[in-house]
Antibody, heavy 122, light 107 residues
């Protein structure tokens, strides 16, 4: 069964940094685009980034561009997001999601992890 | 950026009712429109991809239609497990924006 599992969420002060991981299993990780989506407490879903299977192409939402960096290690079947210069408004549950097909993220996000909570507060 | 709106923002219905949720894009997204269901405290679940394609394993009471800028999600006969929140998402262009959600609760 396909699984994606996020980790690394924590309480961090404004201006701080954090790295989230997303471990994937039971599919050929390197052939699927992966995405990060976040959800602030009580709010809706916000797409923040998608990266191709190879990691060669990555897109970001303006709200995180220049502060967040997404990478992947296909030898470890793991997706990462390095979050720097964190702001209070980055407080959210962060989900990673697998693309539905090998055609890329445009085909929908088929499998999601359970999410990991990032709290930015002093 | 393409803005997504959903209507209504919430609705009350009864088991067995037919329910329709509308999603509108600020510009054409062709058929790159997906619908997700999210239960409280859980990850979203893909219901419909490509505007009208039922995701594998999703009950046939769910259906989607539309293209361009106007889309609908229909639940033909509401079941107790369907009372939750639904989001549309466009995957036509970056950023892949979501609608604000529609909460379906029990009348």
């Amino acid at each position: 069964e396909v699984q994606v599992l996020e980790s690394g969420g924590d309480l961090v002060e404004p201006g701080g940094s954090l790295r989230l991981s997303c471990a994937a299993s039971e599919f050929t990780f390197s052939t699927y685009a992966m995405s990060w989506v976040r959800q602030a407490p009580g709010k809706g879903l916000e797409w923040i980034s998608s990266t191709s299977g190879s990691g060669a192409t990555t897109y970001y939402a303006d709200s995180v561009k220049g502060r967040f960096t997404v990478s992947r290690d296909n030898s470890k079947n793991t997706l990462y997001v390095q979050m720097n210069s964190l702001r209070v408004e980055d407080t959210a549950v962060y989900y990673c999601a697998k693309a539905r097909t090998t055609g890329g993220s445009r085909d929908g996000f088929e499998f999601w992890g359970q999410g990991t909570l990032v709290t930015v507060s002093s | 950026d393409i803005q997504m709106t959903q209507s209504p923002s919430s609705l009350s219905a009864s088991v067995g009712d037919r329910v329709t949720i509308t999603c509108r894009a600020s510009q054409s997204v062709s058929s790159y429109l997906n619908w997700y269901q999210q239960k409280l405290g859980k990850a979203p679940k893909l219901l419909i991809h490509g505007a009208s394609n039922l995701q594998s394993g999703v009950p046939s009471r769910f259906s989607g239609s539309g293209s361009g800028t106007d889309f609908t999600l229909t639940i033909s006969s509401l079941q107790p497990e369907d009372f939750t929140t639904y989001y549309c998402q466009q995957s036509f262009s970056i950023p892949f924006t979501f609608g604000p959600g529609t909460k379906v609760d029990i009348k």
